[in-house]
């Protein structure tokens, strides 16, 4: 579905199937000499005829049309070099963009993963069911990399790059401030609350998020645009929540535990999901992966307060009160 915001930006709907996510929201800004498409899809057949049929609704010119991708997750990123053509700049994060150097691999988030008591035998299944794994863009993407304060225009939109770590180290936001306009990608969601999970010791990305909620906080904003599900007005008000939220979660954390030495994987067994399934057991393995990787972001977090002890020196890592 293709839908118009406000006067020259227009909502492309691109279904994400088996994900709870839904859908995702491709924002086109469109004016007499440039396009800009913010965020993409899977690549992934369902998402590219979606993508498409917006295209032709929009009688979109894609040689002159330019794609910013507010972070590296393939949902977002996914369908770019699909879209792109010669002509097209690829507006992305140089933090991010480290995901897509010759180097990088999923080794090392593997070996973190087993340290935390990911099961030897599912960490196969784990990364070939990973969407990030099967969805990503084909090939590596020219980018034109942007970092904290860059700008981007096009038409009657100037759109500030804003550094906002948390879902990903490298997240972006942009931010329109005559129009007082944010598209907050995944950092801001309205109806579900974003995923932060970390697969390294050395970034606290439960910190990195709660902080970057505060930059964003008094921003004179009347609309914000999602990467997910629905718009709204009330940036401080959803900020608020956010952080309550995430504060019961490293609360609920501790209740897991309670007095117990327990691996992430053990604790996030026994947090509460939202997700159809009556048992631990029966989540796909995709699922006890993010719920894992959520699990270390708020453990980490609650190392950083004080409030627990991580244990090394065998080969999984616990945690236990401090």
């Known amino acids: 579905m293709t839908d118009i915001v406000m006067d020259g930006l227009y909502r492309i709907e691109v279904p994400l199937p088996n994900s709870p996510l839904k859908e995702l929201n491709s924002f086109v800004i469109m004016s007499d000499n440039r396009n ?62 480290r995901v897509f150097d010759k180097d990088s691999d999923w080794r ?46 096009i038409g009657d939109f100037r759109l500030q790059c804003l550094l906002t770590p948390g879902h990903t180290q490298g997240h972006i936001c942009l931010y329109d401030e005559e129009k007082r306009l944010l598209f907050s990608g995944d950092h801001i969601l309205y109806d579900i609350t974003p995923h932060i999970e970390s697969w390294a010791y050395q970034v606290n990305a439960l910190q990195d998020y709660l902080d970057s909620l505060d930059r964003v906080y008094d921003l004179s904003v009347g609309l914000v645009l999602p990467g997910h599900r629905t718009f709204f007005t009330d940036l401080k008000g ?60 708020h453990l980490r977090y609650l190392e950083s307060e004080g409030r627990v002890r991580r244990n090394v020196g065998s080969d999984v890592i616990t945690f236990s009160a401090a």
């Open 36 to 97: 800009l498409v913010i965020d993409t899809g899977f690549n992934r057949e369902v998402c590219f005829e979606a993508m498409k049929k917006g295209i032709a609704d929009l009688d979109l010119d894609l040689s002159k049309t330019d794609f910013f991708i507010t972070h590296m997750h393939a949902d977002h990123s996914g369908l770019v070099t699909r879209l792109a053509t010669e002509t097209s700049r690829i507006y992305f994060s140089r933090i991010d963009a």
């Open 238 to 297: 959803r900020i608020d929540e956010l952080k309550k939220h995430h504060e019961e979660r490293a609360s609920e954390v501790l209740e897991v535990m309670n007095g117990r030495t327990m691996n992430a994987y053990e604790i996030a067994a026994e947090m509460t999901w939202d997700i159809d399934c009556d048992r631990w057991e029966d989540f796909p393995v995709a699922q006890k992966w993010f719920a894992t990787g959520e699990a270390i972001a």
């Open 108 to 153: 090392p988030m593997l070996e973190f993963a087993g340290i935390n008591g990911f099961p030897a035998e599912e960490l196969a299944r784990a990364l070939n069911s990973h969407p990030g794994f099967k969805y990503s863009p084909k090939g590596v993407p020219n980018f034109e990399l942007v970092d904290e304060g860059s700008i981007i225009t």
